[in-house]
C-alpha cells in the first residue's frame, strides 16, 4: 500500500458529521436525513456523510434540495463526506454540493450512470386516444432525460470533466475511485 498524506487534520469537521446517512435512498433516509437536519446545530458549517449502494434519485434530489435552500437563504456553509460507496442517487445528492465543499474517504468508490426505466405500454381503447397514450410515454423519457442532465451538469460544474464525458461514461455504470475523483476536480480532498 501506498503512503498517503494524512489530510484528515486539514478538515476537523469532517471527523464527527451532523447528520449521517447509510443504506437504500429512500424514504426511511429522507425522514433520517430531516430528523438529523433539525437537530444539527443552527451555526457553523453543517456537515453531511453518506455511504450508499443507490436507490431513488427524487428521494437523493429531495435531500439535496434541503441543502442547496440551506445555502440559499442562510448563506451556510454545507460539507459533503462520502464513505465507502457512493452510488447512482448518491452521487445524485453529492451533485447538490459545489465541488469546493465535496469530500471522500480514502478507498470511496463514485458510481454514475443513466437513469433506467422498465415499462410496458398498454395499448387499449379507442385508435383517436392511441397516439396519446404513446405521447404521455415519451414525454415522460424526455424530461427524465432532462432530470438526469441537470444532475450530471451539476456533478460536473466546477471539475475537470466535462458533461459530454460524464454521459458518455455513465452509459457503462462509471465507477471512479476517490484518487481518481480527486484528480478530476470531482471533489475538494480526500480524507
Known amino acids: 500500500m501506498t503512503d498517503q498524506p494524512n489530510t484528515a487534520l486539514?478538515?476537523?469537521?469532517?471527523?464527527?458529521?451532523?447528520?449521517?446517512?447509510?443504506g437504500t435512498v429512500d424514504e426511511t433516509m429522507y425522514a433520517s436525513f430531516k430528523q438529523q437536519y433539525a437537530e444539527a446545530p443552527a451555526e457553523g458549517p453543517l456537515v453531511v456523510s453518506i455511504t450508499t449502494?443507490?436507490?431513488?434519485?427524487?428521494?437523493?434530489?429531495?435531500?439535496?434540495?434541503?441543502?442547496?435552500?440551506l445555502r440559499d437563504y442562510t448563506g451556510r456553509e454545507a460539507l459533503f463526506l462520502g464513505k465507502v460507496a457512493v452510488y447512482s442517487a448518491g452521487a445524485t445528492f453529492m451533485s447538490a454540493f459545489p465541488v469546493n465543499c465535496r469530500f471522500l474517504t480514502r478507498g470511496t468508490r463514485l458510481m454514475i450512470h443513466e437513469r433506467s426505466l422498465t415499462s410496458t405500454v398498454q395499448l387499449s381503447g379507442p385508435l383517436s386516444t392511441l397516439p396519446d397514450i404513446l405521447?404521455?410515454?415519451?414525454?415522460?423519457?424526455?424530461?427524465?432525460?432532462?432530470?438526469?442532465?441537470?444532475?450530471?451538469?451539476?456533478?460536473?460544474?466546477?471539475?475537470?470533466?466535462?458533461?459530454?464525458?460524464?454521459?458518455?461514461?455513465?452509459?457503462?455504470?462509471?465507477?471512479?475511485?476517490?484518487?481518481?475523483?480527486?484528480?478530476?476536480?470531482?471533489?475538494?480532498?480526500?480524507?
Open 53 to 69: 449502494l443507490g436507490g431513488d434519485p427524487e428521494m437523493a434530489r429531495a435531500m439535496g434540495d434541503s441543502i442547496r435552500l
Open 10 to 22: 486539514r478538515y476537523p469537521l469532517l471527523a464527527v458529521p451532523h447528520i449521517q446517512l447509510y
Open 135 to 191: 405521447k404521455a410515454k415519451l414525454h415522460e423519457i424526455e424530461h427524465s432525460m432532462r432530470i438526469q442532465d441537470e444532475g450530471f451538469a451539476a456533478i460536473v460544474d466546477g471539475s475537470n470533466v466535462t458533461l459530454d464525458d460524464l454521459k458518455g461514461r455513465a452509459t457503462a455504470n462509471w465507477y471512479v475511485d476517490a484518487a481518481e475523483a480527486l484528480a478530476l476536480g470531482l471533489v475538494l480532498d480526500v480524507i
